[in-house]
């Protein structure tokens, strides 16, 4: 019988499963016609059916030498090679395979698995591409082509890949998944949590609900993420007691899964960022019970470091860096907890070694520079944060021109150091909120009857503060319109240079609009003889009365008022967490064994006190306190405490200024995080000329300030 007559019988027969009578047939025609290459193929296939892969090989083989022009054969041994693993072969054949049929789709799909497979997503990515050249319509390969993209980064074209299988597979699971890992990638939170929502209700899988959660997280949602990993949690198997849990008690369609340590983590980062410290610590505990992660050792270090349980911290920062002495993230962290520490060698030493493992972080250098600003070395701060300007990328930078404007400032380099100051928080923020709002960034020449809109963008402090510079522009014919924070609207309107005072969030026509804290900028103030004294003002007389009531109740004079804390809780979380804000606090024991030798009345000016702390502060010094905290929202009342007070004892706060503006004299307590206005290493400030100024050591040693103060007290009252 014909050679091709028998192999499209045996053909038939391997179709239909009959493998025994094909392979017959299939070696009777190779006896016939040892050189009919489709037979020694037909019955590699078959080998390879039967998982004789070496065999399959040396059979396709014969083919191959017979007939090296015959796409088939080789697709069919890359097949062989791909079961054998020997990949460098399969990659050979399948290359081979597309040379001959370039437009073979199944070739190019095996090629771009294995690709995919040894993490070459790249090169995965361009024989997807040539695939679909050849069938746009195989929803398969758009997927692994949107994989690979995600693999890549590419998360918009992941993106264009998966909706084009959704357009015509609308509940497609898979497609879905990667489009919310598309969306995710961009942190288009809102729309992967709809989509991810959506998919839990058809079916509530384990891995969608669990990438629900983390996109929640991610969303800032972090009530309601912890509430899911805690769901995820319970339905886990235990994973040393090896309890499988019963899915109908965990609410999921797949619950076979152990403990996983990532879903503590994430529980851990949830209470973090709530607030909930104990639990996030709990969360963190079970984490590395799981995985002796150094990641979740530093967390712990930074939780520890939040809650001011410094030997903890330390201890966690050191387990972490016993498992990976060169995790730079660590390094870093553990040098902004010796920075608190006033511990400066091991902070340098600490941020030294992260930049060696990854120079490339700009952030290790700004945190470097802080650690030099706050030990006084202004230069060395000043050349860490030009190295950060210097090797910016696009969008970032704006903390190492806020930091820069910071030692400037200090160190009275006021021409740059203005300049930098166009980077503050507070400005970016509102050029934000008010993009279509024509700010100006520099004065007309001719200021006769210009009608100019002052906006306020800082805290009460920092309002007053800059408005010194207005009688400037006033002098210059302006007439002057200002913003001003509700609680000392009053007050500011009894200043002579504003022609009108509106609330902060109202807006009037005007022909230039400029920023309070650009003033000096604008006016070109670059020396400190150019720099204006602050606006003087007067308590009403009707408070002085009622005020000197309250006192004379209180005890006899001298009165001498107490701020320890200055600032917001925000600001000093910031400071906490390695921020580079000034940060203006004294330990409560060590403020009041510096004033306990002081004769007179006491009275705290302490804007929200804590629960008892004024308490505490009584009986550290074994005597009352007057507790005058409530005045923080009564500006016409504090103004005229202020008025009365002999002496005034505090970190930098707004009351300072009040004092100043009052003609009175304040003892101003520093530490190296006080801020710009208070200049560096001098015993008073031109920006506060009725101050004195008492400078803590780098070291946070306050012996020697509270010493000088007590002594300039005793000089002024005699």
Same mark, same amino acid.
């Given at each position: 019988? $014909? @050679?091709?007559?028998?192999?499209?019988?045996?053909?038939?027969?391997?179709?239909?499963?009959?493998?025994?009578?094909?392979?017959?047939?299939?070696?009777?025609?190779?006896?016939?016609?040892?050189?009919? #290459?489709?037979?020694?193929?037909?019955?590699?296939?078959?080998?390879?059916?039967?998982?004789?892969?070496?065999?399959?090989?040396?059979?396709?083989?014969?083919?191959?030498? /017979?007939?090296?022009?015959?796409?088939?054969?080789?697709?069919?041994?890359?097949?062989?090679?791909?079961?054998?693993?020997?990949? *460098?072969?399969?990659?050979?054949?399948?290359?081979?395979?597309?040379?001959?049929?370039?437009?073979?789709?199944?070739?190019?799909?095996?090629?771009?698995?294995?690709?995919?497979?040894?993490? $070459?997503?790249?090169? #995965?990515?361009?024989?997807?591409?040539?695939?679909?050249?050849?069938?746009?319509?195989?929803?398969?390969?758009?997927?692994?082509?949107?994989?690979?993209?995600?693999?890549?980064?590419?998360?918009? $074209?992941?993106?264009? *890949?998966?909706?084009?299988?959704?357009?015509?597979?609308?509940?497609?699971?898979?497609?879905?998944?990667?489009?919310?890992?598309?969306?995710?990638?961009?942190?288009?939170?809102?729309?992967?949590?709809?989509?991810?929502? &959506?998919?839990?209700?058809?079916?509530?899988?384990?891995?969608?609900?669990q990438r629900l959660a983390c996109a929640r997280k991610e969303n800032g949602d972090f009530a309601l993420a912890a509430e899911q990993f805690e769901k995820l949690i319970k339905a886990v198997?235990?994973?040393?007691?090896?309890?499988?849990?019963?899915? @109908?008690?965990?609410?999921?369609?797949?619950?076979?899964?152990? *403990?996983?340590?990532?879903?503590?983590?994430?529980?851990?980062?949830?209470?973090? &960022?709530?607030?909930?410290?104990?639990?996030?610590? %709990?969360?963190?505990?079970?984490?590395?019970?799981?995985?002796?992660?150094?990641?979740?050792?530093?967390?712990?270090?930074?939780?520890?470091?939040?809650?001011?349980?410094?030997?903890?911290?330390?201890?966690?920062?050191?387990?972490?860096? #016993?498992?990976?002495?060169?995790?730079?993230?660590?390094? $870093?962290?553990?040098?902004? /907890?010796?920075?608190?520490?006033?511990?400066?060698?091991?902070?340098?030493?600490?941020?030294?070694?992260?930049?060696?493992?990854?120079?490339?972080?700009?952030?290790?250098?700004?945190?470097?520079?802080?650690?030099?600003?706050?030990?006084?070395?202004?230069? &060395?701060?000043?050349?860490?944060?030009?190295?950060?300007?210097?090797?910016?990328?696009?969008?970032?930078?704006?903390?190492?021109?806020?930091?820069?404007?910071?030692?400037?400032?200090?160190?009275?380099?006021?021409?740059?150091?203005?300049? *930098?100051?166009?980077?503050?928080?507070?400005?970016?923020?509102?050029?934000?909120?008010?993009?279509?709002?024509?700010?100006?960034?520099?004065?007309?020449?001719?200021?006769?009857?210009?009608?100019?809109?002052?906006?306020?963008?800082?805290?009460?402090?920092?309002?007053?503060?800059?408005?010194?510079?207005?009688?400037?522009?006033?002098?210059?014919?302006?007439?002057?319109? @200002?913003?001003?924070?509700?609680?000392?609207?009053?007050?500011?309107?009894?200043?002579?240079?504003?022609?009108?005072?509106?609330?902060?969030?109202?807006?009037?026509?005007?022909?230039?609009?400029?920023?309070?804290?650009?003033?000096?900028?604008?006016?070109?103030?670059?020396?400190?003889?150019?720099?204006?004294?602050?606006?003087?003002?007067?308590?009403?007389?009707?408070?002085?009365?009622?005020?000197?009531?309250?006192?004379?109740?209180?005890?006899?004079?001298?009165?001498?008022?107490?701020?320890?804390?200055?600032?917001? #809780?925000?600001?000093?979380?910031?400071?906490?967490?390695?921020?580079?804000?000034?940060?203006?606090?004294?330990?409560?024991?060590?403020?009041?064994?510096?004033?306990?030798?002081?004769?007179?009345?006491?009275?705290?000016?302490?804007?929200?006190?804590?629960?008892?702390?004024?308490?505490?502060?009584?009986?550290? /010094?074994?005597?009352?306190?007057?507790? @005058?905290?409530?005045?923080?929202?009564?500006?016409?009342?504090?103004?005229?405490?202020?008025?009365?007070?002999?002496?005034?004892?505090?970190?930098?706060?707004?009351?300072?200024?009040?004092?100043?503006?009052?003609?009175?004299?304040?003892?101003?307590?520093?530490?190296?995080?006080?801020?710009?206005?208070?200049?560096?290493?001098?015993?008073?400030?031109?920006?506060?000329?009725?101050?004195?100024?008492?400078?803590?050591?780098?070291?946070?040693?306050?012996?020697?300030?509270?010493? %000088?103060?007590?002594?300039?007290?005793?000089?002024?009252?005699?």
């Amino acid at each position: 019988m $014909n @050679c091709q007559v028998l192999f499209d019988e045996a053909v038939r027969l391997h179709q239909q499963g009959e493998l025994l009578k094909a392979e017959n047939l299939y070696r009777r025609i190779l006896e016939q016609d040892e050189t009919f #290459a489709d037979a020694w193929n037909a019955l590699g296939v078959l080998a390879q059916q039967m998982n004789m892969l070496d065999v399959s090989v040396d059979l396709i083989g014969k083919a191959i030498d /017979l007939q090296s022009q015959v796409a088939d054969y080789y697709f069919n041994i890359a097949n062989s090679y791909h079961g054998l693993q020997q990949i *460098e072969l399969e990659e050979k054949a399948l290359l081979a395979t597309l040379e001959l049929a370039p437009s073979r789709v199944d070739a190019h799909i095996h090629l771009g698995a294995l690709y995919e497979k040894a993490r $070459n997503f790249s090169r #995965a990515a361009q024989i997807y591409q040539e695939a679909l050249l050849n069938d746009r319509n195989q929803w398969s390969i758009r997927l692994s082509l949107a994989n690979c993209y995600l693999e890549l980064a590419d998360t918009k $074209n992941a993106e264009l *890949e998966a909706l084009a299988v959704l357009v015509t597979q609308p509940n497609h699971r898979y497609a879905q998944m990667l489009l919310s890992r598309a969306l995710l990638g961009q942190k288009r939170y809102p729309a992967a949590i709809s989509l991810l929502e &959506k998919m839990v209700i058809v079916d509530p899988d384990f891995e969608v609900t669990q990438r629900l959660a983390c996109a929640r997280k991610e969303n800032g949602d972090f009530a309601l993420a912890a509430e899911q990993f805690e769901k995820l949690i319970k339905a886990v198997t235990p994973a040393k007691a090896g309890v499988h849990v019963d899915s @109908c008690h965990t609410g999921f369609r797949r619950c076979d899964k152990t *403990e996983d340590d990532s879903l503590y983590a994430n529980l851990g980062a949830c209470y973090f &960022k709530l607030g909930k410290f104990v639990e996030a610590t %709990q969360a963190y505990e079970q984490a590395v019970n799981l995985k002796n992660n150094p990641d979740y050792y530093s967390m712990l270090g930074a939780i520890a470091q939040r809650e001011t349980r410094w030997e903890d911290a330390k201890k966690y920062f050191l387990q972490a860096l #016993a498992i990976d002495p060169n995790h730079d993230l660590v390094l $870093n962290n553990f040098a902004n /907890l010796c920075i608190q520490q006033r511990d400066f060698e091991q902070a340098f030493s600490l941020y030294d070694r992260a930049i060696a493992v990854n120079p490339a972080c700009t952030d290790y250098h700004l945190n470097l520079g802080v650690a030099y600003y706050e030990s006084n070395q202004f230069a &060395k701060a000043i050349e860490q944060y030009r190295l950060v300007l210097a090797n910016k990328k696009a969008g970032e930078g704006r903390s190492a021109h806020n930091n820069l404007a910071m030692v400037l400032l200090l160190t009275q380099s006021f021409e740059e150091g203005w300049q *930098e100051h166009n980077y503050r928080p507070a400005k970016i923020e509102i050029l934000s909120q008010h993009p279509h709002v024509s700010f100006a960034f520099s004065l007309p020449e001719d200021l006769t009857g210009k009608r100019i809109l002052l906006w306020a963008e800082q805290g009460i402090g920092d309002e007053l503060f800059f408005m010194r510079f207005a009688p400037l522009l006033q002098q210059r014919g302006a007439s002057l319109i @200002c913003q001003a924070t509700t609680k000392i609207l009053p007050l500011v309107r009894r200043f002579s240079c504003f022609d009108e005072v509106i609330e902060r969030s109202e807006r009037v026509s005007a022909d230039v609009e400029i920023f309070l804290g650009d003033l000096p900028m604008l006016l070109q103030c670059n020396s400190a003889q150019a720099m204006p004294p602050p606006l003087p003002i007067t308590a009403l007389t009707a408070e002085v009365t009622k005020m000197r009531e309250r006192l004379a109740k209180a005890g006899s004079p001298p009165y001498i008022g107490l701020t320890w804390r200055g600032g917001t #809780a925000l600001k000093r979380q910031q400071y906490l967490v390695g921020g580079a804000c000034a940060h203006r606090e004294i330990d409560l024991s060590v403020f009041a064994s510096g004033i306990q030798p002081l004769q007179g009345t006491l009275i705290a000016l302490q804007r929200l006190p804590e629960e008892g702390e004024i308490a505490a502060l009584e009986a550290m /010094l074994g005597r009352p306190v007057l507790d @005058c905290s409530d005045l923080n929202e009564d500006v016409e009342g504090m103004l005229a405490l202020l008025h009365l007070l002999d002496h005034y004892i505090a970190v930098p706060n707004t009351h300072v200024y009040l004092r100043c503006s009052l003609g009175k004299n304040s003892q101003v307590m520093l530490n190296a995080r006080a801020g710009w206005s208070w200049l560096a290493e001098v015993s008073t400030s031109f920006w506060y000329p009725h101050c004195d100024l008492h400078r803590a050591t780098v070291h946070d040693d306050w012996t020697k300030a509270f010493a %000088q103060c007590r002594s300039t007290i005793a000089r002024l009252s005699s």
